[in-house]
């Protein structure tokens, strides 16, 4: 008998949140992933893997007032769930089911969403997957076989890249306060990098490797001294 470490032995060895959030290259630690979390289901025609986790964290202000949050100024108002695409984990097309914290404000009413660099408001696509469009893209495949690849429609991938591949062709912005590092699976044992304004939940670029001097260049190239003065955090929650 062949017994694998790190396998669920008699169904006592659970993973983690944390665990799910390296195995799902999802560089959030806000998402929170409960036991039994994973299932297969019929999805689109296709056996697919749907993945159950919750987005929630203290925010510091009210993003509309600005009010800063003091004696439960803020307080949770229900969620609201969004079906996200990820790159596929294992064979099968894998969606992100993600509750998403809810918040209202005391001071001015207003109610607004928990936000993740994972993807960006209103979007069904994980900026990970897009990232991989994009880098699949430079590599002149057919738009067809990049929409098999990434799990999403094939007019889907064309609007990734009208929408994402023209800002990348400049490099007149700057860079902003808070990034995120993501990395994710992109050729066979490759691991590509994009980051992303953790604010706004953009990507601003995407590189086809992770390794620190491709990375470390390519800011020195395209950035100023300034401009990467300007970073105060980088957000790489879940990283290797
Ligand atoms: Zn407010």
Known sequence: M???????????????????????????????????????????????????????????????CQAPNENYSLYRNGTQLSRITLPMAGIYPTYLLLKKQRFMCKSCKATFTAKTPVVKDHCFIANTVKGLILLKTTDAQSIKNIARDSSV?????????????????????????NLSFDEFKYAKGQLAFEYIDAKAGEILDVLPSRDGRTVKSHFISHYSLRDRENVQTINRVGGK
């Open 153 to 177: 429609s094939a007019p889907t991938v064309q609007r990734v890249i009208n929408q994402e591949a023209r800002k990348f062709q400049s490099y007149d912005r700057t860079l902003p306060a």
């Open 2 to 64: 062949i017994v694998y470490e790190n396998l669920p032995i008699g169904g006592t060895h659970l993973p983690t949140s944390n665990d799910m959030l390296k195995i799902l290259d999802i560089q959030d630690g806000n998402i929170e992933f409960k036991d039994h979390c994973v299932y297969h289901d019929e999805y689109k025609g296709e056996k697919s893997k749907f993945i159950e986790a919750k987005l929630t964290y203290t925010p510091m202000a009210c993003v509309k």
